[in-house]
């Protein structure tokens, strides 16, 4: 287990560096001169060359990448463009709302497509089962911005149930988590419906059915525990996307969170935050994944790690 914790570890020291070094250059290659931008139409040209000169800006792209990366190492990331304030504080201060939303539509999803794939296998062909596939399969197809624009219509503007946008209580949090948890209702539904169908056909289950067993045993103690590695490894890989995601959601519904703050960096040329902010994406990615991968050894004792 060490020699493969350290492995990974080692590994994803590089994906985190292509990930920055990436950023890095696409940033810089969006159209813009963000001294220009925070200048304004009145500023001289004098004042956007102090600015530039003032933020290192000026410098040559290599020398900015070597600093960055220095920086980067020593968990240093300069300040905020816009704000002016350490970049890092911008990105952490709206970590928790962007947790707080990633967890809430991750509950939602497993919560709502457990029991629905559940049912579907239990009645396959039917037409619950076939109903159920039409749901999941809505789910999946529908895009994040489509459905957030058409439920604060709905919900928002015309039920008046909910607020529109904004960052708050729990009727803040019913919509945007809504969104995103759909996405992934529609996934795993399907997957736990397909997964079950193929150990449902296995003789230990069969066996247990013959001894006399109730169905909910049968399903919690035998079925479900054996097929829970294909559900935990796309949960893990949505958890992720749901944080690359919220980026969209946070931006429809107006959240305070990391993808928010993200697109207006991107729009306002922030370089250091657009960095930090991607660096904490794709280090929450990896640690999910290392998480998942690490979870096989106690669904499955068969799986050791050498």
Same mark, same amino acid.
């Given at each position: 287990m060490?020699?493969?914790?350290?492995?990974?570890?080692?590994?994803?020291?590089?994906v +985190?560096?292509?990930?920055v070094? #990436?950023?890095?250059?696409?940033?810089?290659?969006?159209?813009?001169?963000?001294?220009?931008?925070? +200048?304004?139409?009145?500023?001289? %040209?004098?004042?956007?060359?102090?600015?530039?000169?003032?933020?290192?800006l000026d410098q040559?792209?290599?020398?900015?990448?070597v600093r960055y990366?220095g920086?980067?190492?020593?968990?240093?990331?300069?300040?905020?463009?816009?704000?002016?304030?350490?970049?890092?504080?911008a990105? &952490?201060? %709206? +970590?928790?709302?962007?947790?707080?939303?990633?967890?809430?539509?991750?509950l939602?999803?497993?919560?709502?497509s457990m029991?629905?794939?559940?049912?579907a296998?239990l009645?396959r062909h039917?037409?619950?089962?076939?109903?159920?596939a039409?749901?999941?399969? #809505?789910?999946?197809?529908?895009?994040?911005f489509?459905?957030?624009?058409?439920?604060?219509l709905?919900?928002?503007?015309?039920?008046?149930?909910?607020?529109?946008?904004?960052?708050?209580?729990?009727?803040?949090?019913?919509l945007p988590?809504? &969104?995103?948890?759909?996405?992934l209702?529609?996934?795993l &539904?399907?997957l736990?419906?397909?997964?079950l169908?193929d150990?449902?056909?296995?003789?230990?289950?069969?066996?247990?059915?013959?001894?006399g067993?109730p169905?909910r045993?049968?399903?919690?103690?035998?079925a479900?525990?054996?097929?829970?590695?294909?559900?935990v490894?796309?949960v893990g890989?949505?958890?992720?996307?749901l944080?690359?995601?919220?980026?969209?959601?946070?931006?429809?519904?107006?959240?305070?969170?990391?993808? %928010?703050?993200l697109?207006?960096?991107?729009?306002? %040329?922030?370089?250091?935050?657009?960095?930090?902010? +991607?660096?904490?994406? &794709?280090?929450?990615?990896?640690?999910?994944?290392?998480?998942?991968?690490?979870?096989y050894?106690?669904l499955?004792?068969?799986?050791r790690?050498?």
């Amino acid at each position: 287990m060490g020699s493969y914790l350290v492995k990974r570890l080692a590994y994803s020291v590089f994906v +985190v560096w292509g990930a920055v070094t #990436i950023v890095f250059v696409v940033v810089r290659l969006i159209p813009g001169d963000p001294a220009q931008l925070m +200048v304004g139409a009145e500023g001289t %040209r004098a004042d956007v060359e102090a600015l530039r000169h003032r933020f290192g800006l000026d410098q040559p792209l290599a020398v900015q990448y070597v600093r960055y990366l220095g920086q980067a190492a020593g968990l240093r990331f300069g300040n905020s463009l816009r704000l002016e304030i350490p970049a890092a504080d911008a990105v &952490t201060q %709206r +970590v928790p709302a962007t947790a707080v939303l990633a967890g809430s539509a991750m509950l939602l999803g497993v919560a709502t497509s457990m029991p629905l794939g559940i049912v579907a296998a239990l009645h396959r062909h039917s037409v619950l089962d076939r109903a159920v596939a039409v749901v999941s399969l #809505i789910g999946q197809s529908v895009p994040n911005f489509w459905l957030g624009i058409m439920f604060i219509l709905i919900f928002a503007r015309g039920l008046r149930w909910f607020p529109s946008a904004g960052t708050g209580g729990l009727e803040h949090l019913v919509l945007p988590a809504t &969104t995103l948890a759909l996405l992934l209702v529609g996934v795993l &539904t399907r997957l736990v419906r397909s997964g079950l169908l193929d150990v449902l056909d296995e003789e230990y289950v069969r066996s247990a059915y013959a001894k006399g067993l109730p169905v909910r045993r049968v399903i919690n103690r035998h079925a479900l525990p054996n097929m829970l590695i294909p559900v935990v490894t796309v949960v893990g890989l949505q958890l992720g996307s749901l944080l690359a995601g919220a980026v969209i959601v946070e931006t429809v519904f107006g959240w305070a969170g990391v993808g %928010r703050l993200l697109v207006d960096a991107i729009s306002n %040329r922030d370089y250091p935050i657009v960095q930090v902010a +991607v660096l904490f994406i &794709t280090v929450g990615f990896i640690t999910v994944n290392l998480l998942v991968d690490l979870s096989y050894a106690y669904l499955d004792p068969r799986i050791r790690y050498r």
